[in-house]
């Protein structure tokens, strides 16, 4: 019975995260990005909506008269996302005029809402006018483009937030009766449908867990396992008409890789993992299990990114990995997060967040510019003289006509801190190397947690512990993959030297003993007041190698120090790093350069250029930079991978 409060669900995650209103950052690298997202983006956001017409959509769907005057009809979602992002900003850092900017949106949207709890503005505007992807009638398109589910999953992503943030119901009351709607309108002896694009499983596991509706559970569960009932034919290549675009080709338990559109894979992974949390359902266990080990073993760029095909915003084959035309949307870098935060949740194995970090630090951050208003829609993997794709030009863009992207990282940046520490039993993980300090209540004792360090630039960390009274427990500090000399967790990349660090962890200035276990060395003791662990992850230069099979970074090389993945810029490098070659045995150097992109830590090498017209060869000084910061000094040439000497002798 809902009563106002969060209800408590008798079956969840085993593990549960410490949430972001517990935790409070100190930390040079994400506090500033946090802070511009809270400064710039989020008005900036609010602003595209207005001046795009986003907002006059809803009040022209109030009055029930107008013409739908955005291209899309998702773009409902744009407000949803910015509010979802602003009331997590407003969690932790109040502002009455935001606050009030944020309810007046929210009273626009209520108008917008049809008596039965309909809101979709492509068709209450003018229904017998509606958006050409809606269909005639209500829900007719829905397993195809409508997006109707798809606007009211985010909506509930968005209401639950802003309840959560600030205790109001004027947001969660419309979407708990767009919810009711669809708990009418959908499931056994109603209408079926597999939603055209997910998001809407994950939001309505969100209302469950706010007031405890198992009819919210249900539906999220009825949505999931209508997929691959609808008929397509099989026997076509092309992913809309054999299905596999929507992830609707085959039911969800049967699937064994990911497929389709990159977002809507993310979100409907992310969805199984809630509703197979919340249900027991070990068949979504194993399917996603198996879907994750085929993406990681043979489906995601070196930097975390997905998607490679321009064309349906998609997967491609095994190992379809081209570097020239890589699509890899902002939006799926962000549900990569979502998913892989869950799969920890579920097995507690450090792999998904040494994922879920390579993602965050490379793939999912380049695609904000520094100022904060700028964004990339694609994050290529390289940028030539002769490149023209239209939908990857190497320039980043202030707006899209369909703006999801920017919009995704205004909601997602404000809930980082919930991804740094999570607790189970007597157990508490530390999962993300960001300064700052948590507020943990273990089995009814109050634990601060509290980080120093300087990463991603400097391994050397520090967590001082500090339990209320005495208590014993253990603390799991994550050991990241790459300092095991793993580069991702697959046989997909590999160190070129694979030779492991020796990782000491202290306890108060000494030595202690600890065990591995999935990737976490468990430190158990009796904590007190001031105790203090240390430890100092080498942070050596690696060149990063590709499995055989991945035929485009044959003969190639990344380079990567701690979490981070470089890249060559035509700026620092003589306009030019399509000609660039990194000969065996290359010593690159680090160096911190505080008054460039904000701060970052820069690679120096001497390396081989090779000039196109003449065919001399000479050397040169490489400047390699985080890969997340590029194209902020504008266009120009970019790579990622670098043939190596074997290639120079040969051409």
Known sequence: MYTGGIYAQVRDYPIKPVAFTNVKLDDHFWVPRIETNRTVTIPASFARCENTGRVKNFEMAAARKGSFCTKFPFDDTDIYKTIEGASYSLAVHPDPKLKAYVDSLITIVGKAQEPDGYLYTARTIDPLHPHPWSGPERWVKENELSHELYDSGHMFEAASAHYLATGERNFLDIALKNA??????????????????????????????????????????????????????????????NGMYWQDNVPVVDEDEAEGHAVRAMYLYSGMADVAALTGDKQYIEAIDRIWNNMVSKKIYVQGSIGAVPNG????????????????????????????????????????????????YNGLISGVGLDGKSFFYTNAMQVTDGFTHPALEPGRSGW?????????????????????????????YVNLFIAGSADIKLKNKNIKITQVNNYPWNGSLAINVD????????????????????????DLYNFENKSASNIIIKLNGHPVKYIIQNGYAVINNEWKKGDKIEMNLPMNVKQVIANKALTADIGKVALQRGPIIYCAEWKDNNGKVSNLYIPNNTIFKPEFKADLLNGVMVLKADVMRKDSTSGTVEKVSLTAIPYYSWANRGKGEMTVWFPDAKELASK
């Open 180 to 241: 009711d709607l669809l708990v009418k309108t959908f499931g056994p002896g109603k209408r079926h449908v597999a939603p055209g694009h997910e998001i809407v499983e994950m939001g309505l596991v969100r209302l469950y867990r706010i007031t405890g509706k198992q009819e919210y559970l249900d539906l999220a569960k009825f949505f999931i396992d209508e997929r691959g009932k609808r008929q397509y034919d099989k026997n076509s290549s092309d992913e809309w008409k």
């Open 313 to 360: 915003e998609r997967f491609g084959a095994d190992y379809e990995l081209p570097n020239s035309t890589a699509y890899n949307e902002t939006c799926a870098a962000i549900g990569e997060v979502f998913w892989n935060q869950r799969m920890f949740l579920l097995h507690g194995d450090s792999k998904y967040i040494d994922l879920l970090e390579k993602v965050l």
């Open 400 to 428: 899209f006509e369909c703006s999801c992207c920017p919009t995704n990282m205004v909601r997602f940046l404000p809930s980082l801190p919930g991804y740094i520490y999570a607790q189970r039993e007597n157990n508490i």
């Open 467 to 490: 339990p209320e009274s005495p208590a014993r427990f253990n603390m799991l500090v994550r050991i990241p993959g790459w300092s095991r000399s793993e580069a991702i967790p697959s």
